[in-house]
Nanobody, 115 residues
């Protein structure tokens, strides 16, 4: 089992920045990749960014160049640095971790970008 706890969401004006954190605990040795997903109002959950155990990263086209995913293995934490935020980035952001058998999810953190 893996437990994930997100933090760092909030309200920001368009053009501003936020950094989300996701602290992992439990059977973290089994994790292959971690990442961030988001679900906006009336929308399906979508991938934002992922990072593998080998530090390979992948981004949604809508956030590439504005968001950066990174990890601190010593702290078992993954970060999402979000710059140049837009109102359309407003969503609940979820941390995700996957091993060979399961997907694990955090409880989500709200990000609201005002115009």
């Amino acid at each position: 089992q893996v437990q994930l706890v997100e933090s760092g969401g909030g309200l920001v004006q368009a053009g501003g920045s936020l950094r989300l954190s996701c602290a992992a605990s439990g059977s973290i040795f089994s994790i292959n990749a971690m990442g961030w997903y988001r679900q906006g109002p009336g929308k399906q959950r979508e991938l934002v960014a992922t990072i593998t155990s080998g530090d390979s990263t992948n981004y949604a086209a809508s956030v590439k160049g504005r968001f950066t995913v990174s990890r601190d293995n010593a702290k078992n934490t993954v970060y999402l640095q979000m710059n140049s935020l837009k109102p359309e980035d407003t969503a609940v952001y979820y941390c995700n971790a996957e091993d060979l058998h399961y997907d694990y999810w955090g409880q989500g953190t709200q990000v609201t970008v005002s115009s």
